[in-house]
Each structure stands twice: as C-alpha cells, then as structure tokens.
C-alpha cells in the first residue's frame, strides 16, 4: 500500500513536471511549428474535392451534391440527410455504416443501404 502512494506521488510529480516543461518547450520553439500550422491550413482551404466514385446515381440528393461539389459536398449532404432522420425518426442507433460497408473512397452499399435510404426519406418527406 505504502509503495503504491509513493508511486502514485512520483507519477504526480512527473505529471506537474510535464505541466511546466511542456508551455516551455513550446515557446522555445516558436518558428517551426507556426510555420507548419499556417501552411496546413492552406492546404485545407485549397483542397479540392475528388470526384464522386459514382457515376451513375439512383438519389436525387447524391447525384446533385456530386455534380455541384464532388465527393465533400455528398459527405456533407449524407451527413445531413442522417442528421436529419435521427433527429426526426425514431432509428435508435445509426451512422454511416448503417448503409454503407466501406467509407471513403467507395462508399460502398451494404445491401440494404438503398432500399432504407429509400425509407428514410419517404419518412422524412411524410413528417414534414
Ligand atoms: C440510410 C442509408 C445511408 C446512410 C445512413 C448513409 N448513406 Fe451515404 N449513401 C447512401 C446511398 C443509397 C448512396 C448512393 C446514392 C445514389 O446512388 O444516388 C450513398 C452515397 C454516398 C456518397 C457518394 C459516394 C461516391 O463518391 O459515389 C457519400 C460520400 C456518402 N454516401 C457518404 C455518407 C456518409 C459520410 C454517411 C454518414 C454520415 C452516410 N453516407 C450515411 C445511403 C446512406
């Protein structure tokens, strides 16, 4: 007992040790991180979006999103649309892989990911 508290308090000490040296170490070295952070934040803002993997589509609102915005503007467009139906229906536990098996870049359907995409909206629509 006595040497689990003496490890607990040099665990302790190491922590505040690492409290204090860590504001240190990062203000010593000011230049290079600034300059890597700056120019990742470019590249965010630069990033293009890859195409669809689809060609060929059977939803309105997947089909429109990838020809307005590629592959981040469907994501987003399905992030909403599920957004949507979990706050408006009762689906209990859902996500991305409710419908699709494998995420980007295919976004491949499980074999009911269509007919419930079907569903859902028929909800939604019906809620409205
Ligand atoms: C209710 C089922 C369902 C859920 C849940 C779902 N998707 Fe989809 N998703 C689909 C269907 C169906 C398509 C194909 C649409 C078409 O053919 O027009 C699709 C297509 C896509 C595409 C287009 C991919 C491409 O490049 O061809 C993306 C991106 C996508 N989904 C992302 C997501 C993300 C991210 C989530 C989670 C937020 C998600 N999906 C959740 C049914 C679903």
Redesign the pocket.
């Known amino acids: 007992m006595k040497r689990t508290l003496t490890l607990l308090l040099a665990l302790g000490g190491l922590a505040a040790v690492a409290l204090v040296v860590a504001p240190l170490t990062a203000t010593a070295v000011p230049a290079p991180s600034d300059t890597v952070r700056s120019v990742s934040m470019d590249d965010d803002d630069e990033e293009e979006s890859p ?4 060609t ?8 429109k ?2 020809a307005e915005g590629g ?1 981040f503007a ?2 987003d467009a ?2 909403r ?3 949507e ?1 979990k706050t408006k229906l009762a689906l209990g536990e ?3 892989r ?3 098996d494998v ?5 491949s ?1 499980k074999a009911d ?2 007919k ?2 079907n ?2 909206k028929t909800k939604l629509e019906a809620a409205k």
Do not use: S
């Not at 060929?56 to 089909?63: I, N, P, S, Y």
């Not at 995420?103 to 976004?107: T, V």
């Open positions: 195409p669809c993997h689809r060929e589509f059977e939803t309105e609102l997947v089909k999103a990838c592959q469907a994501k399905m992030k649309f599920v957004r139906a859902v996500d991305c409710t419908c699709h995420l980007a870049p295919e976004y359907l990911g269509m419930l995409f569903e859902w």
